[in-house]
């Protein structure tokens, strides 16, 4: 049984910082290519931070130099710090855990809000 549980959102005043851990449970996180998407109220979710192939990170555009995503692999957790936050980072912060072809898990989400 696979889970990943997020924690660390909240509300903050722009340009704050919050941390966010993602902690999964079963086998697969060392396997996975691990990420952290975001859903704001009346938009699609989209990728924030990624690992990729060969341990390269992927970012939006929109958090680049403001956001890192880092990981543990030895306690099975994700991180994204949030830097410098803004009124738009404002959204619901999803963990993922995929293998294309293999599977493809998500989070339940923590929320971010941040106040202008």
């Known amino acids: 049984q696979v889970q990943l549980v997020e924690s660390g959102g909240g509300l903050v005043q722009a340009g704050g910082s919050l941390r966010l851990s993602c902690v999964a449970s079963?086998?697969?996180?060392?396997?996975?290519?691990m990420g952290w998407y975001r859903q704001a109220p009346g938009k699609q979710r989209e990728l924030v931070a990624a690992?990729?192939?060969?341990?390269?990170?992927n970012y939006a555009d929109s958090v680049k130099g403001r956001f890192t995503i880092s990981r543990d692999n030895a306690n099975k957790t994700v991180y994204l710090q949030l830097n410098s936050l803004k009124a738009e980072d404002t959204a619901v912060y999803y963990c993922?855990?995929?293998?294309?072809?293999?599977?493809?898990?998500w989070g339940n989400g923590t929320l971010v809000t941040v106040s202008s």
């Open positions: 993922n855990a995929a293998r294309p072809g293999a599977w493809n898990y």
């Open positions: 079963g086998n697969i996180f060392s396997t996975s290519y």
């Open positions: 690992y990729m192939r060969g341990g390269r990170t």
